[in-house]
């Protein structure tokens, strides 16, 4: 098994984990641990569409639609019909969605610190700078897919998930920033 399954794996268990670590310390509150990336958005892009929140989120439109239903259902958003497109609505954040992001924010705070305890900031900053390379090769991808499927319906690109290290490119370090206390965002 090449080192790319391995990392995959570790990819996995990790996303997989702290899904499971963050339901139980939501337990709780009134929030749904995917809720809150969703609600944040809509604090920081006030009005925004389902369509823009799907993008941010990598879902397709279908699953913000149920989601966003759920929430305004449970009081956390309102959704309004944009004037000037009657079909389209936009997303608003409710008191009860803005209190229950605050109460949750300092549960993914402590958790984030539990999480990267003991990493360096250099650490930190070279682990960013190759996820951000992983997205863009991801993204580069299925622009390449789409591509090949319209020009070649009945050909579709194949798709590997074990690659062997001898065949990756190594190149600089992306852009980061720092916050005030050192944290990169």
């Known amino acids: 098994m090449s080192e790319y399954c391995e990392i995959n794996k570790c ?57 966003t239903k759920r929430m305004e259902r449970a009081g956390l958003i309102e959704k ?52 951000e390379k992983i997205l863009m090769n991801i993204k580069k991808e299925k622009l390449y897919a789409k591509n090949i499927s319209k020009t070649h319906e009945r050909q579709r690109p194949q798709v590997r998930h074990c690659h062997t290290v001898a065949h990756r490119r190594r190149g600089g370090h992306g852009d980061h920033h720092t916050d005030d206390n050192g944290k990169i965002s």
Not at 80 to 98: M, P, S, W
Request: net charge negative; with cysteine.
């Open 11 to 67: 990819f996995e268990k990790l996303a997989a984990f702290k899904r499971r670590q963050l339901i139980g310390l939501l337990e709780d509150e009134k929030l749904h641990v995917a809720q809150f990336p969703a609600l944040k958005f809509i604090i920081e892009h006030d009005g925004c569409t389902q369509v823009e929140l799907a993008e941010f989120l990598y879902v397709t439109p279908a699953s913000v639609a149920v989601s």
């Open 80 to 131: 309004r019909e944009d004037k000037n497109n009657l079909r389209q609505k936009n997303l608003f954040i409710t008191d009860k969605g803005t209190e229950a992001v605050n109460e949750c924010k300092s549960i993914f705070d402590r958790f984030d610190e539990q999480m990267y305890a003991g990493i360096s900031f250099e650490e930190l900053d070279l682990l960013q700078n190759v996820l």
